[in-house]
């Protein structure tokens, strides 16, 4: 079992001790993300991921910060979401001290030199077009603003090249001190790791600004999508689409059902999609149904890259595989197999400390609670087909799907029936 110590600042530390393991990943997780931001804002939260690696009080730049790592063989990383930031260091258990002082230097000392943030500029400028000329990336970004509309869960974590271009030091110290604050940060440890002495590290390293969180999470607000069929004209070589449906939000207490639903239509290479689709028409190159969730909405939805000259065959083909799953009884078989995939991949993935920790984190970050794996299996083996069929009822409606392409069309050359 995992273990978790409040400390009266709020800070939670979570840890995991993986038996057989010699590394130990620390995670920390903040609540930061587009949902944080206004619309002149959109983009900060990512933009200060970056920063944070810039340089502070002990490393005083990136080489300094890099090499910290490097020279015990560690592995670093960060990622910027929607509802949440996160910054972690992997390296072997007898250097978990490394870890904690290049963390806690960076995200509590950094400093945000405008130097350095013109410099980043430009990066962040270029990793917005790689996106932008990378149809098989942007197709994402268009569906969730597609589906969600106009608010900051349909707004992509890169933000815009305004923001980009004009954010100040200012504004970056204002963001980290309303955000970056213990009763919104999550320390999630796991690995060769004793509980009591990951609570001392984390008291010594992270003396968090102490004040409470100032800028608010935006909920989702029904009614502001966009039409239910967008296309972006663009010439490519090879049409992207992503066509799906507004679905469960995470912690639903149907939320496996959808995962398995997931699975059953494009989670494999044995799925729906990719037998009737990809290998008995040939329509497509990649296909794959997943879930999105987030706390108070989600997402279940099919990618596919597609024939140019075959498009409106594979909106067509996929259409019919939700349309024929559709308040069907699947048979008992199908849905084991799924389980079996379902159940197996968490088990794959938990061998990896940092993917255990991040598991772990957002739980307590996001829902205050965790289910630990055994937890997980066990909702996963309760699901029925029955449960299976209601929720295609209720999610796999005409009024709540959506397509959006990318590729040498215009919206009149292309046509979504679901009837």
């Given amino acids: 079992m995992h273990k978790l110590t409040k400390l009266d600042n709020g800070l939670r530390i979570l840890t995991k001790k993986l038996e057989g393991t010699q590394s130990v990943t620390v995670l920390v997780l903040v609540g930061a993300g587009s949902r944080y931001e206004t619309k002149e804002m959109n983009g900060i939260s990512h933009f200060l991921e970056h920063m944070f690696f810039k340089g502070a009080k002990k490393y005083k730049n990136t080489k300094e910060v890099s090499e910290a790592i490097d020279s015990v063989g560690g592995d670093f990383n960060a990622f910027t979401g929607k509802e949440y930031a996160g910054y972690y260091v992997k390296v072997a258990a007898e250097k978990i001290n490394v870890a904690m002082d290049v963390l806690s230097d960076m995200l509590i000392h950094a400093r945000f030199d405008t130097e350095e943030i013109n410099k980043e500029r430009g990066v962040i400028l270029e990793e917005l077009n790689m996106y932008q000329d990378t149809p098989m990336y942007q197709i994402g970004w268009n569906f969730e603003q597609q589906v969600f509309g106009n608010q900051p869960i349909g707004w992509d974590q890169i933000g815009t090249k305004e923001l980009i271009n004009t954010v100040t030091q200012e504004q970056f110290q204002e963001y980290q001190e309303s955000l970056y604050t213990p009763d919104n940060t999550v320390i999630s440890i796991v690995g060769n790791i004793d509980h009591d002495k990951a609570v001392e590290m984390t008291k010594e390293y992270f003396q ?66 990719f037998l009737n689709v990809r290998e008995a028409q040939g329509l497509c190159y990649y296909v794959r149904t997943s879930t999105d969730s987030f706390t108070d909405v989600g997402l279940i939805s099919t990618r596919a890259g597609v024939d140019v000259t075959r498009i409106q065959d594979a909106i067509d083909a996929i259409a019919r595989e939700y349309k024929n799953i559709k308040g069907e009884l699947i048979d008992e078989k199908e849905l084991t197999k799924a389980k079996e995939y379902l159940k197996g991949k968490i088990v794959l993935r938990l061998e990896d400390s940092e993917e255990y920790a991040h598991m772990l984190g957002r739980q307590e970050l996001l829902h205050n609670n965790i289910d630990d794996p055994n937890d997980i299996i066990q909702k996963i083996e309760s699901v029925t087909p029955e449960d299976i069929q209601a929720l295609t009822e209720q999610l796999f409606t005409k009024e709540n799907l959506y397509l959006n392409v990318i590729g040498p069309y215009k919206v009149d050359d292309l046509k979504l029936s679901f009837e």
């Fill in 208 to 273: 968090l600004i102490t004040d409470s969180k100032k800028l608010e999470f935006k909920p989702f607000e029904e009614g502001l999508s966009e039409e239910h069929l967008m296309v972006t004209t663009k010439k490519t070589e090879q049409a992207h689409l992503v066509m799906g449906f507004k679905g469960l939000p995470y912690r639903h207490k149907d939320e496996w059902t959808q995962k398995l639903l997931a699975t059953v239509l494009g989670g494999n290479m044995s799925s729906r999609m």
